[in-house]
């Protein structure tokens, strides 16, 4: 049984403010970090990586089963994205998010990595939204592993992947643990609260947040550029391959 309300367009609004609020105290939050000078770019960037959605898929049970529910709760990464860009391109100014949101502190770099790490969250919450474990298990491998595999691979790697030598061992472990608990606490979580369309056993969601997180540290891995496209990609055609669609 969902513990969705039905109907009741108010309370959706109220989630999408309640969305919206909690996504630009975390965005304020990053970019004070930045300003301090008193952490590496790479921390700046991670706490918004996984600061912002991770806090973002907490607000999904809040919507009502409403047609638009899902399109409402996406227009906060979409609204995120739209900055992204016009700041890319230089029609908006914003210096504190280049300064912290990007490595080379170029403006045009938004239009790479945090872009796609918009559209990712976007596409994923309306294409999957809470029907099955599929989309919310990807982004919560591309927000605490993606996130993790960085922190970890400048403050412990050592030894290079004989494949990549510019990812480690130790950042490509940390991607599949933090991933994969990542995953299973939103799953299950979202598995409590009765979200899914059909029941699923907690041993299958962690063999499936854990296969997931598998593929997208493989994926994580890989002299590719765009982690914020392959990971969540590589998450969840493999989450859909398990979980269904």
């Known amino acids: 049984m969902r513990y969705f309300v039905q109907d009741i367009s108010w ?21 004070l970090t930045g300003r301090t000078g008193r952490f590496d770019k790479s921390v700046t960037r991670k706490v918004l990586h996984i600061g912002m959605g991770g806090t973002y898929m907490l607000y999904w049970p809040l919507y009502s089963e409403a047609w638009y529910a899902r399109y409402l709760c996406a227009a906060v990464p979409y609204l995120a994205t739209v900055i992204f860009a016009l700041v890319g391109l230089g029609i908006l100014r914003f210096e504190p998010l280049v300064r912290a949101a990007t490595r080379s502190g170029s403006r045009q770099e938004l239009l790479t990595g945090p872009l796609l790490y918009g559209i990712v969250h976007v596409l994923a919450t309306v294409v999957f939204w809470i029907s099955s474990p599929s989309g919310v298990a990807a982004l919560a491998v591309l927000c605490f592993g993606d996130g993790a595999a960085e922190l970890a691979g400048r403050r412990w790697g050592r030894t290079g992947l004989w494949y990549n030598p510019r990812k480690t061992w130790a950042g490509s472990l940390a991607c599949l643990i933090a991933g994969t608990m990542g995953a299973i606490a939103y799953t299950f979580l979202f598995s409590k609260l009765g ?15 854990a296969l997931s997180a598998t593929a997208a540290a493989v994926a994580e891995s890989l002299p590719l550029e765009g982690d914020n496209l392959m990971v969540p990609l590589a998450a969840v055609v493999t989450a859909v391959w398990f979980f269904g669609f």
């Open 11 to 31: 309370m959706d609004w109220v989630a999408f403010a309640q969305t919206a609020i909690v996504a630009a105290v975390v965005m304020t939050l990053g970019l």
């Open 195 to 209: 979200l899914y369309d059909r029941p699923v056993g907690v041993w299958d969601l962690a063999a499936g947040c």
